[in-house]
């Protein structure tokens, strides 16, 4: 009887044991299995890092330009920073007044704060000899500007046309559009004042 009692109790001590061993091993197992799945798990990146890009990345693109005159006179010639954008008729209730040249170079995406517009309006005649004939005859001397203009902020996701409105209380306004606008004001184009311009100081062409 002790011995098998003793023999008994000898055995469930071994297989206590190794069920203790087994625990420990698979614990050791598990340990070491759940860094590794971790390690292999898949990492997404955002988007913009996905891609290879960032908000001010896409090709620059050139915008034509398009001149508003809302003013009673036209305008000989204007240009932005630079770019020719030909001459404006008064506007009309569906025309601004000229056509689309080219062009402004645009980064979409950037802000673009301000811009350089140079114009020719008003004027004065003067008497002019011609070097060659010896004729005399009347010469228009067009007044220049030049003003540093503010741009609208851009809310066109497709930008194609830089936009120049001149007012007639004398302040510009210029904009990235996506497209050709109709007029902000609708006016009448029989407003044009054709009257001649006045002769120059002196008759003589001014300086500047």
Not at 38 to 64: F, I, K, R
Request: glycine share 10%; hydrophobic share 30%; aromatic share 8%.
């Amino acid at each position: 009887m002790h011995s098998e009692v003793s023999y008994t109790e000898t055995g469930l001590a071994r297989w206590a044991f190794a069920r203790h061993v087994l625990t420990v091993t698979l614990s050791l197992a598990v340990a070491l299995i759940v860094p590794g799945m971790a390690g292999c798990t898949p990492h997404n990146p955002p988007a913009d890092q996905a891609s290879g890009t960032t908000q001010n990345s896409s090709e620059p693109v050139m915008l034509a330009i398009t001149g508003y005159n809302y003013t009673n006179r036209h305008i000989g010639s204007f240009s932005v920073n630079g770019a020719g954008g030909g001459n404006i008729f008064v506007s009309t209730p569906t025309s601004g007044g000229g056509g689309s040249t080219c062009c402004v170079l645009y980064r979409p995406g950037s802000r673009v704060r301000k811009v350089v517009v140079e114009w020719q309006t008003g004027g004065c005649y003067f008497h002019e000899k011609s070097e060659v004939s010896g004729d005399v005859f009347d010469t228009l001397h067009s007044f220049s500007f030049r003003r540093e203009v503010e741009v609208e902020p851009v809310v066109t996701t497709d930008p194609k046309v830089m936009e120049i409105h001149f007012y007639p209380d004398g302040s510009i306004k210029a904009a990235v559009t996506g497209g050709s606008q109709l007029p902000r004001l609708r006016l009448d184009g029989a407003r044009e004042d054709k009257t001649r311009y006045p002769r120059c100081p002196n008759d003589q062409k001014p300086e500047k």
